[in-house]
């Protein structure tokens, strides 16, 4: 079948192709209208030949003749996040409003990767970047700005004056929820952060030491850092089920590592536990569960998909050599059937002379086995 033209629709609407380029290259403007200077009449009849025809505008020639592409790229360190996921759906609605299309990617806190996507992006032709920068971007960020891509630094800092900046005051946010606390009451306020040299993660930390230092509780600063849960895996040399907000499914490569698991489990928390404190409170059953470790959520070991807290069964999740769904499926009716025995025990001395299998919680509810 013989490929529609730009001179096919203008023959066929009678008019010029230069009017045809007018209306096909317009933007649609905040009246509902095409942005052009052509008759909407006659523009609405261009339209119609074009859709007729099957005419579909050639976005790659029409790049090289203008120098323009309309895109612009986000790098954040995981899409995934619902933090960032939810600033990325709102930089799509806006972009296209104006009429930008935008390629997201994921760093995954890897400088290598980053710099790897920008040069990406950069043979995209990208006309803007919007980084979540990670420790180690500042050479790949540097070379954008460079070669004259505008850069905007979201959620995260780093030197550089060439650089636009959209930054939470991290600082005061350490700030205000530490003197939250310490206005309710409690006098022994610690914090728990990741092991990262993320300038959002110190500046929370910086505000929090400074908020208990007003308070007169300069000595009872308590710290505690500890590692994502990939990277305790990976050092453990163990496998994780994590439980991030709406996190995807994925059991593949991560943190470098093949066969590892990473799936969302905060999902099922709400229902197992709204109907667990129904049962206690309205029901008045607190019998059943005071002073027993109760498993939420698991109710069948035939069915994962029945329980609160599980792996996608569908598509969404990528199943591994080392970790099949088989194996997921097995391990599910070991720990239905009280096979599989779960300790909250993160010491070193844990023995596993009296279990046939054990899987050990670690303090970021992180399981490794």
């Not at 290598?112 to 043979?123: D, P, S, W």
């Not at 004259?148 to 700030?175: C, H, Q, S, W, Y």
């Not at 300038?199 to 590692?227: C, F, P, Q, W």
């Not at 040399?237 to 991560?254: H, L, P, R, T």
Request: aromatic residues 6%; hydrophobic residues 40%; negative net charge.
């Amino acid at each position: 079948m013989k490929k529609v033209t730009i001179r096919d629709v203008a023959r066929e609407a009678g008019v010029s192709v230069t009017l045809v380029s007018f209306v096909m290259n317009a933007k649609m403007g905040p009246d509902g209208r095409l942005d052009c200077p052509v008759n909407p009449d006659t523009a609405q009849r261009v339209l119609q030949v074009a859709k007729r025809l099957g005419y579909r505008r050639n976005n790659a020639a029409a790049s090289l003749r203008s120098g323009r592409t309309h895109s612009i790229a986000v790098i954040v360190s995981d899409i995934a996040n619902p933090f960032f996921a939810e600033i990325c759906r709102n930089i799509e609605n806006i972009a296209y409003k104006d009429g930008f299309t935008v390629i997201f990617a994921s760093s995954e806190e890897n400088p290598q990767k980053l710099a790897h996507l920008v040069e990406t992006m950069v043979g995209y032709s990208v006309e803007g970047l919007i980084v979540a920068p990670c420790i180690g971007a500042e050479a790949a960020l540097a070379r954008a700005v460079n070669i004259g891509i505008p850069t905007v630094l979201i959620d995260r800092n780093m030197p550089g004056e060439d650089f636009g900046r959209v930054l939470v005051d991290n600082i005061d946010a350490g700030k205000v929820a530490a003197k939250y606390l310490i206005h309710q009451g409690f006098g022994k306020v610690e914090m728990i952060t990741y092991k990262s040299g993320v300038n959002s993660l110190t500046d929370r930390e910086t505000g929090y030491a400074m908020a208990m230092e007003e308070a007169g509780l300069k000595d009872e600063v308590r710290i505690h850092k500890i590692e994502y849960e990939a990277e305790a895996a990976k050092k453990a040399d163990g496998k994780i089920v994590g439980v991030d907000v709406d996190q995807a499914g994925v059991i593949a490569k991560y943190a470098g590592v093949d066969g590892m698991t990473v799936t969302s489990a905060m999902k099922g928390l709400y229902p197992a536990t709204y109907d667990t404190l129904t049962d206690v409170i309205v029901n008045g059953n607190w019998d059943k569960y005071v002073g027993k470790i109760a498993t939420l959520g698991l109710v069948s070991g035939t069915d994962p998909e029945a329980n609160y807290v599980q792996i996608p069964m569908g598509d969404g999740t990528q199943w591994s050599d080392s970790f099949t769904q088989d194996d997921y499926k097995a391990m599910v009716k070991d720990m239905f059937d009280g096979k599989i025995t779960v300790s909250n025990n993160t010491s070193s001395d844990v023995s596993a002379a009296d279990f046939a299998t054990v899987i050990t919680v670690d303090d970021q509810g992180s399981i490794k086995g």
